[in-house]
């Protein structure tokens, strides 16, 4: 007999994708323009969403929970995390060869559960700096 339910693994993920669904829904509704998802740079390090806040490129951090008991976003955003964004974000801005572009990381938290008709999304603008051990490559 084969046990058909999801593993807690594959939940996780549908519900992280669903939360970056969100977060980009809302984000188009702003008028930004989605440059990439769940971009890869350096084979380990991702970046949720990509994207162009008018002349401002964003890297955004999309964190999904299913009640607000679970934690706020930005304890989830903590040293190490903004530590991997920012290695990911020079990563990119490397492979970008754009020099003087202007950039800021965001966070947007999306409450709710899968399939949820209105969640509730919220937006946190340039939620951190870049980490100081990373020299921009300009």
């Keep these: 007999m084969t046990d058909t339910r999801e593993s807690p693994r594959a939940k996780h993920l549908e519900t992280g994708e ?8 809302m984000l188009r509704r702003k008028g930004w323009r989605i440059l990439g998802r769940r971009v890869r740079v350096g084979g380990r390090d991702e970046i ?8 401002v490129l964003v890297f955004v951090e999309v964190k999904t929970r299913a009640a607000e008991n679970f934690g706020r976003p930005l304890s989830a955003v903590d040293r190490k995390k903004r530590h991997v964004l920012s290695r990911a974000a ?3 801005l490397k492979r ?11 966070v947007v938290e999306v409450v709710g559960r899968v399939g949820d008709p209105h969640p509730d999304v919220r937006h946190i603008r340039n939620a951190f700096h870049l980490d100081r051990r990373y020299n921009l490559p300009f």
């Design 90 to 92: 020079v990563g990119y």
């Design 96 to 106: 970008l060869r754009a020099p003087g572009v202007c950039f800021r990381f965001d």
């Design 48 to 55: 949720d969403l990509v994207a162009r806040d008018r002349e």
């Design 18 to 25: 669903w939360g970056e669904k969100q977060a980009e829904r």
